[in-house]
């Protein structure tokens, strides 16, 4: 089938990847593009303003708003103006903690990256890195003509042992930017970690079990130097990527932060079709396949240690960008990380032995970047820990999948489920303690066809249930719960118009949505959290000549977090760039949230003949 007899919509979906090929979902390889990335706008629609537009991402802040609160010390680390970096090193900077903070003890530590630009420009994907290991994992926006000004604050606390060391360690930032004639966006980044101080009724919980911070952090990532960020590729579904590492003999619980981001054939992989239906439509070399389930897989000296479903973050120039100004998408400017407990596993590590830890992604076309940070409890009073593994079960991967289509239109579902139990026994000096880790994941995403191709609905839900035991006998000395959902709904439809014209249009649902809770008896310490974080945006591109020449879109949030650590309720609305209104409260009430129903939203999936 040539590009001129293509369905306008599925058309739309190739054109769009040569346009924006070295955007955040193609740093590396150049391929064909996704019609949920639209190609360049020829101006800024509806341009009014002379000031820059601040574009931010809903969150709770990093430090609640208290008396309290004092004052942090503060320190800029690095100022660089990211023009041609495409391919070329990192930007390095030295980090040492500052002389002028008066104490090595805080309650709390914040980055803090600034930028702002000024011209066209399309998104790129970044990150940052402290020796190795990862900080931040972000999206840049994409700037206007007037310009834009954006900040992404976040929590780094829980790097306390690394941002305190008393060393002069490597500061890595990599944004891979073009700047040429046409792309003439220069992001102006400034650096930055603010250092609170510990008030008097804060309370150090180091030598406990269940240290908020870990002891010692070690880096699963590339080492420098490169000309790319440290981050691993993984390139395809038979992709897989290794880390040797040693660790110390006396550390007593373990845990694996990873971190993920999709790019190119696979930014929008929940919505990448069977490839039985793109074979029969002769789609197979031009459009993303392998179906809409993806999966990171971590393996520990070969076999299955954990895995990662990942929250399908939309970057600011995903779907359609003025969905995205200035609010932009859930996740887009701090993506979350993802942690796997791996204690149980300890007493096949403590050998003072290399092992290796892999990361590869189910069903992966080009491309994804994954790294990942090992924080360490160490044992201050011995120094061999002993251990053993006890039980691991892992349910094999299922996965089902059912096709019914004729031609271009068509109905898709796919279903799966993943179960992965490990249970370990480490002698430390705070006794003989039993670890069970748990992860339990379910996912199911329907998706129609119709209109030749033109039309097509995504109904997914992901689910994940991680749940952690700790045991001295009979007693549980410590339990951590985390039950995630990920609702996602896009509907996007192609309208032919004369003259060459299309509207493109798209409405999108989606959430985050988790309740945690953490307890640690040695500390009498009890962590309870949950929040709802919805956000919907109805958006529509007038397309002349493979150009976006006009356009609208309008974006509503609500965030709601109650926590024992602060309480921040946000209700946000936005059009073309304007805020139409934006609540913010931030006093604790009573009552307590209401988890939305994991499969409501299904019920509203239409289905076609």
């Known amino acids: 089938m040539s590009p001129s007899s293509f369905p306008p919509l599925i058309f739309f979906f190739f054109f769009f990847f040569s346009l924006h090929s070295l955007s955040t979902s193609a740093d590396h390889h150049p391929k064909t593009r996704s019609r949920f990335k639209p190609p360049l706008f020829s101006s800024s629609p509806t341009n009014n303003a002379t000031s820059p537009t601040r574009y931010f991402e809903v969150k709770k802040p990093p430090v609640p708003d208290s008396p309290t609160t004092q004052p942090p010390c503060s320190h800029q680390f690095l100022h660089h103006d990211f023009a041609y970096t495409y391919s070329k090193p990192p930007v390095l900077a030295n980090y040492t903690l500052p002389s002028h903070c008066p104490s090595r003890d805080f309650s709390k530590i914040v980055l803090e ?3 702002t630009s000024q011209g066209r420009q399309f998104d790129r994907i970044f990150g940052v890195w402290l020796d190795g290991v990862e900080l931040l994992r972000s999206c840049t926006a994409e700037p206007r003509s007037n310009g834009i000004v954006w900040s992404v604050e976040k929590d780094v606390t829980r790097y306390h042992s690394l941002l305190v060391k008393n060393k002069t360690q490597t500061l890595a930032v990599y944004l891979g930017n073009i700047v040429d004639n046409t792309y003439t966006g220069v992001y102006h980044v400034d650096l930055i970690f603010h250092y609170y101080p510990l008030h008097s009724s804060s309370y150090v919980s180091s030598g406990y079990y269940s240290s908020p911070q870990a002891d010692m952090i070690m880096p699963i990532s590339r080492n420098l130097p490169l000309n790319d960020g440290l981050w691993f590729e993984i390139l395809s ?30 930014e929008f992989w929940y919505g990448n079709l069977p490839n039985d239906f ?25 076999k299955v240690a954990g895995a990662v479903w990942p929250f399908p973050v939309v970057f600011t120039g995903g779907i359609n960008p003025l969905l995205w100004r200035p609010v932009t998408a859930i996740g887009s400017f701090d993506l979350p990380s993802y942690d796997i407990e791996i204690t149980p596993f300890l007493g096949s590590l403590l050998d003072g032995e290399a092992h290796e830890l892999g990361f590869s992604v189910t069903n992966a076309l080009n491309v994804w970047y994954v790294d990942a940070n090992l924080h360490l409890w160490l044992d201050h009073e011995k120094e061999i820990v002993e251990g053993k593994v006890l039980e691991v079960s892992r349910s094999s991967l299922e996965i089902t999948s059912v096709s019914d289509f004729k031609g271009l239109n068509g109905n898709f579902t796919t279903e799966a489920k993943r179960l992965i139990s ?18 339990e994941f379910r996912y199911v995403n329907k998706m129609v066809l119709g209109k030749d191709g033109n039309m097509q609905i995504i109904d997914q839900l992901i689910q994940g249930d991680d749940r952690v035991h700790a045991k001295k006998g009979s007693r549980q000395i410590y339990s951590a719960k985390s039950i995630k959902s990920f609702p996602f709904y896009l509907y996007s439809d192609s309208l032919e118009k004369q003259n060459n014209t299309s509207l493109e249009v798209a409405n999108v649902t989606m959430g985050f949505n988790e309740e945690r809770s953490e307890s640690d008896n040695g500390l009498m310490r009890t962590f309870k959290s949950k929040l709802e974080n919805k956000q919907e945006g109805q958006g529509v591109m007038v397309v002349k000549n493979n150009l976006v020449v006009n356009g609208y879109g309008g974006t509503q949030q609500v ?17 073309n760039y304007d805020i139409l209104y934006d609540e913010v409260e931030t006093v604790c009430k009573k009552k307590t949230l ?16």
Request: proline share 4%.
């Open 237 to 266: 579904l038979d992709d897989s990527k290794y880390k040797e590492f040693k660790i110390p003999r006396n550390v007593y619980r373990a845990v694996l932060e990873v971190y993920v981001s999709f790019h190119e054939n696979d």
């Open 278 to 302: 793109l074979t029969a439509n002769n789609l197979s070399t031009t459009a993303a396949g392998n179906g809409p389930f993806r999966e990171v897989v971590v393996t520990l000296d070969g």
């Open 113 to 115: 990256f600034r930028s």
């Open 594 to 609: 209401k988890m939305l129903p994991w499969l409501e939203h299904l019920t509203r999936l239409p289905l076609l003949a």
């Open 422 to 439: 490990l249970t370990g026994l480490v002698k430390s000096s705070h006794g003989d303690i039993v670890t069970t880790s748990h992860q």
């Open 559 to 575: 965030y709601n977090y109650v926590g024992s650590d602060q309480c921040y309720f946000r209700n946000v609305s936005s059009f």
